[in-house]
């Protein structure tokens, strides 16, 4: 089984970065999908970012449209723990964000294929 433990959210102006952190454990975390979703009180769950291993240490990472070119995922191995960059940040990224896994490597965007979950760290975006 995997836990997962995110932190690193906060406040910040538009414009600003913060890197989030989710420290994981179990099996799953070596072999399977990692991603990012976020969530408001007015919206859905919704992805944001996941990254999955092909071979070795090359990894597939795909982003959502609206964060493209400014979020970054990746993972540390050896502190067992997946990270989001996330650079320019806008009002629109406010959100709690939420570390989710899978024990399948796939490349998924869905939530309902994400078996694993955090409890979700605040990011807060001021104009």
């Known amino acids: 089984q995997v836990q997962l433990v995110e932190s690193g959210g906060g406040l910040v102006q538009a414009g600003d970065s913060l890197r989030l952190s989710c420290a994981a454990s179990?099996?799953?975390?070596?072999?399977?999908?990692m991603g990012w979703f976020r969530q408001t009180p007015e919206k859905e769950r919704e992805f944001v970012a996941m990254?999955?291993?092909?071979?070795?240490?090359?990894?597939?990472?795909n982003y959502a449209d609206s964060v493209k070119g400014r979020f970054t995922i990746s993972r540390d191995n050896a502190k067992n723990t997946v990270y989001l960059q996330m650079n320019s940040l806008k009002s629109e990224d406010t959100a709690v964000y939420y570390c989710?896994?899978?024990?399948?490597?796939?490349?998924?965007?869905?939530?309902?294929?994400?078996?694993?979950w955090g409890q979700g760290t605040q990011v807060t975006v001021s104009s």
């Open positions: 989710a896994a899978d024990d399948s490597v796939s490349f998924s965007t869905e939530r309902s294929r994400y078996a694993y």
């Open positions: 179990g099996r799953t975390f070596n072999s399977g999908v």
């Open positions: 990254i999955s291993r092909l071979s070795g240490n090359t990894y597939y990472a």
